[in-house]
T-cell receptor, first 112, second 111 residues
Framework: DAEITQSPRHKITETGRQVTLACHQTWNHNNMFWYRQDLGHGLRLIHYSYGVHDTNKGEVSDGYSVSRSNTEDLPLTLESAASSQTSVYFC???????????FGSGTRLTVV | SQQGEEDPQALSIQEGENATMNCSYKTSINNLQWYRQNSGRGLVHLILIRSNEREKHSGRLRVTLDTSKKSSSLLITASRAADTASYFCAGGGGSQGNLIFGKGTKLSVKP
């Protein structure tokens, strides 16, 4: 069965370190998205991609980067982790535009 | 910025009762979607209503959309304890743009 998987599920890192969160989907979806979820803020869009080699900034992109070298993967990199980036991160994909996203199970990141 | 704002923020009901959640959004949309999130899990797509539709049903779910008021409602009939979750609305631009989510309504259904 097709799926979207995120790894790791939990990570603790130190301030200033570079961290990469993985997202892998086997739906063959062109569109992939990264959101962060924080209490009181709901889900906020970080970066998104409409296809290979395409990346775009979302609402809260500062301090984050993504790259899309194939259809299946959209890794999210925190260049220099900050305590404000402690959050739960969700990856999602969709076949077409904004019609029905499929979400991963999330990565809980703690920056100490 | 949040596209959708759900109301109420929290709702507690007894099993068997109906649950109604409301959503207001700010800009023009092509579709409005509702998602459910169980504690510690990812979001699951429930239902999508297009901007030219006024009402849509799926099982125990009923969604309405009023584009003149920029609002939507989600009704869950005959609720069950398993419906306990957070519910999010999200507005979409269709083939372009991205889904923008509200902050969610936390529903608690007591047995």
């Amino acid at each position: 069965d097709a799926e979207i998987t995120q790894s790791p599920r939990h990570k603790i890192t130190e301030t200033g370190r570079q961290v990469t969160l993985a997202c892998h989907q086997t739906w063959n979806h062109n569109n992939m998205f990264w959101y962060r979820q924080d209490l009181g803020h709901g889900l906020r869009l970080i970066h998104y991609s409409y296809g290979v080699h395409d990346t775009n900034k979302g609402e809260v992109s500062d301090g984050y980067s993504v790259s899309r070298s194939n259809t299946e993967d959209l890794p999210l990199t925190l260049e220099s982790a900050a305590s404000s980036q402690t959050s739960v991160y969700f990856c999602a994909s969709s076949e077409q535009g904004t019609y029905g996203y499929t979400f991963g199970s999330g990565t809980r990141l703690t920056v100490v | 910025s949040q596209q959708g704002e759900e109301d109420p923020q929290a709702l507690s009901i007894q099993e068997g009762e109906n649950a109604t959640m409301n959503c207001s959004y700010k800009t023009s949309i092509n579709n409005l979607q509702w998602y459910r999130q169980n504690s510690g899990r990812g979001l699951v797509h429930l239902i999508l209503i297009r901007s030219n539709e006024r009402e849509k049903h799926s099982g125990r779910l009923r969604v309405t959309l009023d584009t003149s008021k920029k609002s939507s409602s989600l009704l869950i009939t005959a609720s069950r304890a398993a419906d306990t979750a957070s519910y999010f609305c999200a507005g979409g631009g269709g083939s372009q743009g991205n889904l923008i989510f509200g902050k969610g309504t936390k529903l608690s259904v007591k047995p």
